[in-house]
């Protein structure tokens, strides 16, 4: 009898490959269950690519102290396992399971269409936030684009941030083998000259917003931002491809956001995710103003669990500061959030509440149609 005398790869112990994700130029990632059966969840195993490649290497172990760092508060792949702890030994290959985010990046939803400026302004404002938690756990992602964007669920509506590779961990700010000099970083999505050059520390919270404004102008338009000025000295929405898309918006507020996004200069950009959000917000009064259709407006929310559905709807008081909820609970179904007026309550509390509730439903019901009323 041959005894086979291969050794095995570290995540091989624990983990078996179903199939592969694909992944970009520093690791593979497959999806993967656990070989002890202990339960049924499907995860996402990353290995480094160039293993021999020490700031590659580097780079992962950034990443996992990220997520471990970020798990509990931001909107980010739960971390599971991993052993990039040795990243200084060279004998090791690197790997790291996480939480398998089931949906389409925002570049697929993209690809089937762009957003409208409404959707697209309220998913920037949810991204807003997660980089909000992000930087007050001291972590900057420094890559943001769509594929690094998962949707979960069938709308943009539940965003969640992956691929923290080339993030900056204050933790590790002093730990002179986490902190290369010189190395470049960001993306081709949106290029950023504070992040090509060598002697910028590479820090800044206005890159970060820019990228995500970079998004807002990519969900609107489908088009790659690319370089902040082309030759001709325009900047992303002043160029041929996308101009007529704004002209037919018609909004002087959005490019207005643009203009201020997109400066060449970093410190002429918006200086705060508050500053900018602001700005977002203002925007999306244009497009969805909250008394639009002179009803007291809302929010509907289906919450997605393995065990559960809830929903909650919300509606606006007298004043601006007073809000009721009502919330009842459902079996497993797509998640999913959209903005609504009583008008349209009728119809979403058919299709989506009084369906196959179970019996908590019923003692709402009634207090349901009296928030946002109209009948059964």
């Given at each position: 009898?041959v005894?086979s005398?291969?050794v ?10 179903i ?5 970009g130029g520093h690791?593979?990632?497959f999806v993967v269950?656990?070989?002890d059966g202990?339960d ?8 480094l690519?160039r293993?021999?490649d020490?700031e590659?290497?580097q780079?992962m ?7 471990r760092?970020?798990?509990r508060t931001?909107?980010?792949p ?6 990039t702890d040795q990243?200084?030994?060279l004998?090791?290959?690197?790997y790291f399971v996480?939480?398998?985010v089931?949906?389409?990046t925002?570049e697929e939803r993209?690809?089937l269409?762009p957003l409208k400026?409404?959707e697209a302004?309220r998913?920037n404002?949810q991204?807003?936030d ?7 756990n001291?972590v900057?992602?420094r890559?943001?684009?769509?594929d690094?964007?998962v949707?979960r669920g069938?709308n943009?509506v539940?965003?969640?941030?992956i691929?923290?590779?080339q ?9 002179p ?8 970083l960001g993306?081709?999505?949106l290029h ?7 002697d910028?520390p590479?820090?800044n919270?206005?890159?970060e917003?820019s990228?995500?404004c ?17 030759h001709e000295d325009?900047k ?6 996308a101009?007529?898309?704004f002209?037919?918006i018609?909004?002087t507020s959005l490019t207005?956001?643009f203009d201020?996004g997109f ?6 950009r918006?200086?705060?995710f508050?500053?900018f959000k602001g700005?977002?917000?203002e ?9 639009a ?16 559905t809830k929903a ?6 007298d ?6 909820k009502?919330?009842?609970?459902q079996?497993p ?5 959209q903005p609504?007026t009583a008008?349209?309550?009728?119809a979403?509390?058919?299709a989506s509440?009084l369906g196959?509730?179970?019996?908590k439903?019923?003692g709402d019901r ?11």
């Amino acid at each position: 009898m041959v005894t086979s005398t291969k050794v095995k790869k570290p995540w091989e112990i624990n983990w078996q490959i179903i199939r592969e994700l694909g992944g970009g130029g520093h690791g593979a990632t497959f999806v993967v269950k656990r070989r002890d059966g202990s339960d049924d969840n499907e995860y996402v195993l990353k290995v480094l690519r160039r293993q021999q490649d020490y700031e590659r290497r580097q780079r992962m172990h950034r990443e996992v102290n990220a997520l471990r760092r970020l798990e509990r508060t931001a909107a980010v792949p739960k971390f599971i396992e991993s052993n990039t702890d040795q990243f200084a030994d060279l004998d090791v290959p690197l790997y790291f399971v996480a939480e398998y985010v089931k949906g389409q990046t925002l570049e697929e939803r993209v690809n089937l269409s762009p957003l409208k400026p409404a959707e697209a302004l309220r998913l920037n404002i949810q991204l807003c936030d997660i980089l909000v938690k992000c930087h007050k756990n001291g972590v900057l992602h420094r890559d943001i684009k769509p594929d690094n964007v998962v949707l979960r669920g069938v709308n943009a509506v539940d965003p969640i941030l992956i691929d923290f590779g080339q993030s900056f961990n204050k933790k590790d700010a002093d730990d002179p083998r986490l902190t290369p000099a010189g190395q470049q970083l960001g993306n081709r999505f949106l290029h950023l000259p504070e992040l090509q050059a060598a002697d910028s520390p590479k820090r800044n919270i206005e890159s970060e917003i820019s990228q995500v404004c970079g998004l807002l102008f990519y969900t609107i338009t489908g088009y790659t931002p690319g370089p902040l000025t082309d030759h001709e000295d325009l900047k992303p929405h002043q160029r041929a491809a996308a101009k007529q898309i704004f002209v037919d918006i018609g909004s002087t507020s959005l490019t207005g956001l643009f203009d201020k996004g997109f400066e060449r200069v970093f410190t002429k950009r918006f200086r705060s995710f508050e500053a900018f959000k602001g700005r977002v917000h203002e925007v999306l009064d244009e497009f969805s103003p909250p008394n639009a259709f002179d009803e007291h407006a809302g929010t509907a929310l289906l919450e997605e669990t393995p065990t559960q559905t809830k929903a909650t709807i919300v509606s606006v008081g007298d004043t601006a500061n007073t809000q009721n909820k009502r919330t009842a609970v459902q079996q497993p179904e797509t998640a999913y959030r959209q903005p609504f007026t009583a008008e349209q309550a009728d119809a979403l509390m058919l299709a989506s509440l009084l369906g196959a509730w179970n019996e908590k439903i019923e003692g709402d019901r009634e207090a349901i149609k009296e928030l946002v009323g109209g009948d059964d």
